[in-house]
């Protein structure tokens, strides 16, 4: 099947624009799916635009969006070029721009694909921190749209996602540190930059705590929920997609040997087709969505 390839952009009074790219079936869509990105990656990275042209040939509009405080700009959408806005990101920004991209993909005429999509399955997918708050935006959105008479979340689904957002602070001494300085270093050791959060970063989490509790979404979210993690992931332990399983309404835990955090992805990724796992995993996801189940019987 032909695949199209267009920008994306959502225009925003209350920030920054958000930018994207999709990837589209020359034919009638069986559904959208909204791809989130995870920490110090962007929409690019790696094999995702792959990943982007094996749903749209099997029949999905697939959209992968940069988060617009990644470091990343539109310009240089592959590049951390924008170090302040790294440093000023917080999760509640994040949650806010996801849930405003899915409450676009179901308003008819919000945009160009919208317009053919508005009743058709919506499914969001995230990686790593990205799952994490795909986990929150797919409950969010899912009740403010059916508040609204709207078609809502039908799937969620986690690629090594985070099932604690907390967790992922520093403790004690090193918290009293980056607040003491306002601010916290981060090397990315790929591109060999000095990174910073701000202290905000955490000052935001506590104060929107109860909106980015993980658990709480995921208990009440009630469409169908694919939860999928490496057993050797080093980044994220499994025991995250465990606590997820445990909490979700209506799961599947599909769990891969022999794969660790990025699925045998790397950034660059210059070849042809996908790593063994992230296809394993795209042919799981696929028959998921499909199907309703992603390991094969």
Not at 8 to 26: C, K, M, N, Y
Not at 132 to 160: F, M
Not at 250 to 257: G, I, N, R, Y
Not at 266 to 276: C, I, K, M, N, R
Request: charged share 25%.
């Amino acid at each position: 099947m032909t695949v199209i390839h267009h920008p994306f952009l959502l225009q925003r009074s209350t920030g920054r624009d958000i930018h994207g790219a999709w990837h589209v079936p020359e034919s009638d869509a069986c559904g959208t799916v909204l791809f989130l990105h995870g920490y110090k990656g962007y929409m690019d990275w790696g094999a995702w635009r792959r990943v982007g042209d094996q749903f749209a040939a099997r029949g999905w509009r697939f959209l992968r969006i940069n988060f617009t405080h990644n470091g990343t700009t539109p310009e240089q959408p592959s590049k951390f070029a924008d170090l302040d806005a790294f440093a000023a990101n917080t999760y509640s920004k994040e949650l806010d721009e996801a849930v405003d991209v899915l409450r676009a993909l179901r308003s008819a005429g919000c945009t160009e694909e919208s317009k053919r999509a508005t009743n058709l399955p919506l499914t969001v997918i995230g990686h790593s921190r990205g799952g994490g708050i795909a986990c929150l935006a797919a409950a969010e959105a899912d009740r403010l749209l059916k508040s609204q008479d709207l078609s809502g979340v039908d799937h969620l689904v986690t690629w090594a996602a985070v099932a604690d957002l907390e967790s992922r602070f520093p403790k004690e001494t090193e918290l009293e540190v980056w607040k003491a300085s306002g601010k916290r270093e981060i090397i990315n050791h790929r591109t060999r930059q000095r990174l910073h959060h701000n202290w905000s970063f955490y000052e935001d989490f506590i104060t929107h705590r109860d909106r980015l509790l993980i658990e709480t979404a995921v208990k009440n979210f009630k469409g169908q929920m694919l939860i999928a993690h490496g057993k050797d992931d080093d980044a994220v332990s499994v025991n995250h997609a465990l606590q997820l399983k445990s909490w979700a309404v209506q799961s599947e835990l599909f769990l891969m040997q022999d794969s660790g955090h990025t699925f045998g992805s790397s950034e660059p990724w210059t070849q042809a087709g996908l790593p063994q796992p992230l296809e394993a995993l795209t042919q799981a996801t696929l028959r998921f969505l499909s199907e309703g189940r992603a390991a094969r019987h």
